[in-house]
């Protein structure tokens, strides 16, 4: 089990901060963001661009590192036992009607459409450690962000598949972990931001109890958060197959 040592990232931030890399500070960013498995209950709330707000609570599994993760709502009723399985970072996508009791795969595109119509696609929900095939980092200097000292790292997609030109990360510099990300679609126009708040220690883990995702041209935005959470966990070998989905 994956574990972030706070005396470790006191040690690397030290020695980055004499040479910093993209490359390295993206391998720090996702080691503290991708853990190993975790188990949540979080809830989802979608406000739209007339100020209507829709909101969902579901329980999370994800497993290897964030590359599989599995979804079951619980409320509202109307959505109760309807669930996603994703693999293989979002490129294979299950979706279970608990009404139909009928499990049906979504397409290989899907991975670029609004997941249950939030601001959060599939691929941004399954992203994991992918990022590091999928773009090239640069490190563009430090920045001051909400009063934090942070590192600021550029990501540019090598891969065509990616929806975003490109990422701007910023990356605080006591622990690694992103407090903001904006994202770019191909027209190089900032798109949407994930802001990360009332970031916690849980179980020696830096945790953002709540994350925002702000569309600015869209003028939407969803917030997620947890209500409870662990890293304590493990699954068999079939826990995120469609066979265990149905």
Do not use: H, W
């Given at each position: 089990m994956k574990r972030i040592i706070i005396f470790l990232a006191i040690f690397y931030s030290i020695v980055l901060a004499e040479n910093p890399t993209g490359m390295s500070l993206l391998t720090k960013m996702l080691d503290v963001m991708s853990q190993e498995n975790v188990k949540a209950v979080m809830t989802q709330t979608i406000q739209t661009s007339s100020g209507d707000t829709r909101t969902f609570e579901?329980?999370?599994?994800?497993?290897?590192?964030g590359e599989n993760s599995l979804m079951i709502y619980t409320k509202?009723?109307?959505v109760?036992?309807?669930?996603?399985?994703?693999?293989?970072?979002?490129n294979n996508i299950w979706a279970?009607?608990?009404?139909?009791?009928r499990v049906r795969k979504?397409?290989?595109h899907a991975k670029k459409q609004k997941f249950e119509g939030s601001d959060f696609t599939y691929e941004d929900m399954g992203s994991g450690d992918s990022w590091k095939k999928d773009f090239t980092p640069k490190y563009l200097g430090k920045e001051k962000i909400d009063g934090q000292n942070c590192y600021k790292i550029q990501l540019t997609k090598k891969n065509k598949d990616i929806s975003y030109s490109k990422l701007i990360c910023y990356?605080?510099?006591?622990?690694?972990?992103?407090?903001?990300i904006d994202y770019y679609n191909e027209n190089k126009e900032l798109l949407k931001s994930l802001y990360m708040k009332n970031i916690k220690?849980?179980?020696?883990?830096?945790?953002?109890?709540?994350?925002?995702m702000k569309n600015h041209q869209d003028n939407t935005e969803t917030i997620m958060e947890?209500?409870?959470?662990?890293?304590?966990?493990?699954?068999?070998?079939r826990f995120f197959t469609e066979n265990n989905l149905k």
């Open positions: 579901y329980e999370s599994f994800m497993g290897m590192d509202p009723s109307r109760k036992g309807n669930a996603v399985l994703m693999t293989d970072n979002s279970y009607n608990q009404r139909t009791r979504l397409a290989s990356l605080k510099t006591d622990n690694f972990f992103p407090v903001q220690i849980v179980e020696n883990i830096p945790t953002p109890m709540k994350m925002i947890y209500k409870s959470i662990t890293y304590d966990v493990e699954f068999n070998q």
